[in-house]
């Protein structure tokens, strides 16, 4: 079964830690996996997107990494703001026989960044 | 920033009444989705198109239709509203780049039904 589970549900740090979200999958054939940021009432927004030959990629103080072979990615938040306080969704896509991506999106793990 | 709307971004609502979200997009994607979202739980994929005059139901069931007569707009409408249809609706229009898909997400509409 097609599946991403994200880890830990919720999260709540100081401002200026640095925290890293756990996705692991079981989405096949893999395309992609992309790390969404939604805020509380907004639609998701794409921070990065990582393809099965990439094991790492930086969006500023957001960075992602791919462990293909486990089927394992993290997001890591460096120097937490206050801004960052939002739910972070791990999303995978596989490919569809005869074309086209079917997206698996994970639960999110809620993020609460405080003074 | 995504050039993709939705209103209203707030409604309530009594139990029979007929609504239609509306959902555009000035980016001129051909593909544009509905997902379904309750709080803290993942996006459902409910309908999805590949571009004017095309509808396709998504992987959640769902008594809501879906019309595709011009490329920027894609409204969902419920006949007759139930508490059970209060939830998040989010559109999302995607495009092809290198071979990847890239989904806008526009932000969303919280319908609560009564």
């Known amino acids: 079964k097609n599946q991403v589970e994200q880890s830990p549900q919720s999260l709540i740090i100081l401002e200026g830690k640095n925290c890293t979200l756990q996705?692991?999958?079981?989405?096949?054939?893999?395309?992609?996996l992309r790390w969404y940021k939604q805020d509380t009432g907004r639609g998701p927004v794409s921070l990065t997107i990582?393809?099965?030959?990439?094991n790492t990629k930086s969006n500023g103080r957001y960075t992602a990494t791919l462990d293909a072979d486990t089927k394992q990615s993290s997001l890591h938040i460096t120097a937490s703001q206050l801004s960052d306080s939002a739910s972070y969704i791990c999303?995978?896509?596989?490919?569809?026989?005869?074309?086209?991506?079917?997206?698996?999106f994970g639960t999110g793990t809620q993020l609460k960044v405080e003074l | 920033e995504a050039d993709i709307y939705q209103t209203p971004r707030y409604l309530v609502i009594g139990t029979g009444k007929k609504i239609t979200l509306e959902c555009s997009q000035t980016m001129g994607h051909d593909k544009m989705y509905w997902y379904q979202q309750d709080p803290g739980m993942e996006l459902h994929l409910i309908h999805y198109s590949y571009g004017v005059n095309s509808t396709e139901k998504g992987d959640l069931s769902s008594e809501s239709t879906v019309s595709r007569i011009r490329t920027e707009h894609f409204p969902l409408t419920l006949e007759s509203a139930r508490p059970s249809h209060t939830s998040q609706y989010l559109c999302?229009?995607?495009?092809?780049?290198?071979?990847?898909?890239?989904?806008?997400f526009g932000p969303g509409t919280r319908l609560l039904v009564l």
């Open positions: 990582m393809t099965f030959s990439e």
């Open positions: 999302a229009s995607s495009e092809l780049n290198g071979g990847v898909e890239t989904q806008y």
């Open positions: 999303v995978v896509s596989r490919g569809l026989t005869g074309g086209g991506n079917k997206l698996t």
């Open positions: 996705c692991n999958y079981t989405v096949s054939p893999f395309s992609n």
